[in-house]
């Protein structure tokens, strides 16, 4: 299975500050077909994860620009410019290229 | 919009079965497999299977082989997920979501306690 490790574990930022959250993966998420098939989730407390990014940089539908994406192969970054308190949630990485689907062990922003 | 809609919270004993549906909405139903994940409480998510609803083909993770078994009724749109030989480590979140390239949509998730 591909192991997707998280980096740092917790955060704590103030209003306005920027955060940003590191993930990397034991092998490439890269495909052939120039895809790459890596994502960022949030889960807010009590609610089934969303989804935020995919193929490493786009933004799903309705996702501020505050969030942005980086990376390639097995090494990605999310980061989140002027944090809000509502984005106060667990944030996971996901990679789908590979079965099975794994998920790194979860940032909390605080 | 895509919603996927699960069955309640669901408490059972040691060594019961437990089965969550997870009906679909907002798309054609045979567009996407469903997979179905957990999150036992305080841990990440861990994928257990999938469904190709056009043909009923499945794919389950080794861990959960021989006790989950993923079925779909396409007449109503939905999705099942049946797990056996329940134990305590099986209580958590069970979520149906679909996980295509640039799409992920989740149910609810269903709270499934597993208690004497």
């Known amino acids: 299975d591909i192991v997707m490790t998280q980096t740092p574990l917790s955060l704590s930022v103030r209003p306005g500050q920027s955060a940003s959250i590191s993930c990397t993966s034991t092998q490439s998420l890269r495909q052939s077909d120039g895809k790459t098939y890596f994502y960022w989730l949030r889960q807010k407390p009590g609610q089934s994860p969303h989804l935020l990014i995919y193929d490493v940089s786009s933004r799903f539908s309705g996702v501020p620009d505050r969030f942005s994406g980086r990376g390639s192969g097995t090494d990605f970054t999310l980061k989140i410019s002027r944090v809000e308190a509502e984005d106060a949630a667990i944030y996971y990485c996901m990679q789908t290229i590979q079965l099975p689907p794994t998920f790194g062990q979860g940032t909390r922003l605080e | 919009q895509v919603q996927l809609v699960q069955s309640g919270a669901e408490l059972k004993k040691p060594g019961a079965s437990m089965k969550v549906s997870c009906k679909a909405s907002g798309y054609t139903f045979t567009d996407y497999y469903v997979h179905w994940v957990r999150q036992a409480p305080g841990q990440g998510p861990e994928w257990m299977g999938w469904?190709?609803?056009?043909?009923?083909?499945?794919n389950y993770a080794p861990k959960f082989r021989g006790r989950v078994t993923i079925t779909r009724d396409t007449s109503i749109n939905t999705a099942y997920m049946e797990l056996s030989s329940l134990t305590s480590d099986d209580t958590a979140l069970y979520f149906c979501t679909i996980l295509d390239f640039g799409e992920s949509y989740w149910g609810q998730g269903t709270l499934v306690t597993v208690s004497s």
């Open positions: 469904i190709n609803p056009i043909t009923a083909d499945t």
